[in-house]
């Protein structure tokens, strides 16, 4: 067997191949935890020092994202009142079908 043989074959590629793929994973674990942190740390900022932002457009974005968020708390709260009334409907409405599935039956 030729010494380039050798080299293809894939007794010999296995292994490299599992070592690279091992330290490629091994690297990119590593490097994951600082992008988490600091993406926690972005998220956690203040909005009041965000708020005194030199630039006009971001303070423009600020302002659109808590006017949508304000938007967002006040439609979860009507979506809260509407699935409560919703399920008080269908309680009014599950006593009113057996009232008269029990009135047939007799």
Do not use: C
């Not at 708020?51 to 938007?71: C, G, L």
């Not at 269908?90 to 009232?99: G, L």
């Amino acid at each position: 067997m030729l010494v380039t043989d050798k080299l293809t074959s894939r007794s010999h590629w296995g292994p490299v191949m599992k070592k690279a793929i091992a330290t490629v994973m091994t690297v990119s674990l590593a490097l994951l935890p600082p992008v988490f942190a600091s993406a926690q740390e972005n998220s956690a900022a203040p909005a009041a020092a965000a708020a005194d932002h030199p630039d006009e457009i971001v303070k423009m974005h600020q302002q659109v994202a808590a006017a949508n968020r304000e938007y967002n708390r006040e439609v979860a709260a009507a979506k809260k009142v509407y699935d409560q009334k919703k399920a008080a409907a269908n309680k009014k409405r599950d006593a009113a079908v057996a009232a008269a599935h029990s009135g047939t039956s007799q």
